[in-house]
């Protein structure tokens, strides 16, 4: 099993900064991509990026890409997201996720989830 502990969320003013961080513990040689997703109330979980072993290769969502950055220190196993220029429509859960798969872009991909952290994004 693979747990996923993640930090960093809070309340932010529109436009501010926040880098989240996911710590993963247990079997992480199991595990090979890692991704950060979020969800809205009333709304569908989506993917905000993902980041293979080694952090080689990196999927960001189209409407993500401009402001969001993700980075991997695997000898840490932590994976960050570096969240620039908030809006207040990216008020959200925060959730990490990882995969044994090579690269994993839907939620059903994903087998480990941390259990989220809550950004707040003022007006």
């Known amino acids: 099993q693979v747990q996923l502990v993640e930090s960093g969320g809070g309340l932010v003013q529109a436009g501010g900064s926040l880098r989240l961080s996911c710590v993963a513990s247990?079997?992480?040689?199991?595990?090979?991509?890692m991704g950060w997703f979020r969800q809205a109330p009333g709304k569908e979980r989506e993917i905000i990026a993902a980041i293979t072993k080694s952090g080689g290769s990196t999927y960001f969502a189209d409407s993500m890409k401009a402001r969001f950055t993700i980075s991997r220190e695997d000898a840490k196993n932590t994976v960050y997201l570096q969240m620039n220029s908030l809006k207040p429509e990216d008020t959200a859960v925060y959730l990490c996720?990882?995969?044994?798969?090579?690269?994993?872009?839907?939620?059903?991909?994903?087998?480990?989830w941390g259990q989220g952290t809550q950004v707040t994004v003022s007006s």
């Open positions: 247990g079997r992480t040689d199991s595990i090979y991509a």
């Open positions: 996720a990882a995969t044994p798969q090579v690269m994993g872009h839907m939620t059903s991909e994903y087998d480990y």
